[in-house]
């Protein structure tokens, strides 16, 4: 074997190891076009609830001064199915482009990585939404936004050891932008539109651009 | 075992027991099917090559069940990690010394 064959092989080895340890130790398969759909969804969801849900309902508030308790109920009942709804078109356009990603690199979508990367992410949000809902338990809307961006940004940086790594930067805006709309309490929606709609359309455009783009 | 002239581990000239080592390097314990799905191999031959560092000493070998399947997990002794170590200072070194 020539000297040079030799070093062209050595390379080609330490490439494989790289490689392997890098994908059996995170899951590198998140698509940014997952991080943009995301957001668009948030940004359309914000919208709905700020020009649909409370368009007659700040209207309807200054014209009696006051509401009912039906009304109340009902507004708690619509926008709480709009973040559902919001959550669950997020969640399948995120996944859909992840999916097609993992599938171009022909590694699978659900292995010993994605799993870890999974719970990982799982432990943190599920708390937060169990924290949220017993917040609403006693009818405390006020820091709904605030814990949602907080508790999310913390996922991120906790997902961050499992994934790229760069989901860490997006974990921190998220939370500074929680933590900022503490102070505007009632300002919530623009804040939360901000983090989930925004940050995330940002963060997507430019992971695509530094791992996608062909 | 050691190539006198290069430092590089016989052991790890295989692709496979090369890539089962770089896996366990980075993670703590990692199944047979993990392995097989990560490194694209077959049972048997993935067998054949845990057989071979197991007896070189370079693995540990759990045996547990998940429900009533098995559920074989393996992870990286102290001398596999340091000739796991020692193999790549000696590629660092090959790249180096040919350059």
Redesign the interface.
């Known amino acids: 074997m020539s000297e040079q064959n030799q070093q062209q092989d050595t390379i080609r080895e330490v490439r494989d190891i790289r490689q392997m340890m890098e994908r059996s130790s995170r899951f590198i398969s998140l698509s940014g076009l997952s991080g943009v759909a995301a957001g668009v969804f948030a940004l359309a969801g914000a919208a709905i609830a700020r020009f649909g849900i409370f368009k007659d309902y700040y209207f309807r508030y200054t014209e009696l001064g006051h509401w009912s308790r039906d009304e109340f109920r009902q507004l708690k009942i619509q926008l709480l199915a709009l973040a559902a709804g919001v959550f669950v078109a997020a969640f399948l356009s995120a996944f859909y482009f992840t999916w097609r990603k993992s599938h171009q690199q022909g590694v699978s979508l659900w292995n010993h990585t994605s799993r870890r990367l999974f719970w990982n992410t799982v432990i943190p949000l599920a708390t937060g939404g169990l924290f949220i809902l017993g917040m609403l338990q006693y009818n405390d809307w006020d820091f709904v936004a605030p814990a949602c961006l907080i508790f999310y940004g913390l996922a991120l940086v906790n997902a961050s050891k499992y994934t790229l790594t760069d989901i860490r930067y997006l974990g921190y805006c998220e939370i500074i932008v929680g933590l900022i709309s503490m102070k505007w309490i009632g300002y919530g929606l623009y804040f939360w539109a901000a983090g989930f709609g925004i940050l995330h359309i940002i963060y997507g455009i430019v992971m695509w651009w530094k791992y996608e783009r062909a | 075992m050691k190539n006198p002239i290069t430092g590089l581990n016989k052991v790890f000239d295989n692709?496979i027991r090369?890539?089962v080592m770089?896996?366990l390097?980075?993670?703590e314990e990692?199944?047979f099917n993990?392995l097989k799905?990560?490194?694209e191999v077959t049972d048997g031959n993935l067998a054949t090559h845990l057989v071979s560092l197991e007896e070189n000493g370079f693995l540990k070998v759990h045996k547990g069940f998940i429900g009533r399947k098995t559920n074989t997990t393996y992870s990286v002794t102290k001398s596999g990690e340091k000739a796991f170590s020692d193999h790549?200072t000696a590629?660092?070194n090959?790249?180096k010394g040919?350059k």
């Open positions: 692709r090369l890539g770089s896996i390097a980075v993670n990692v199944s993990d799905q990560m490194l790549i590629l660092e090959m790249i040919v």
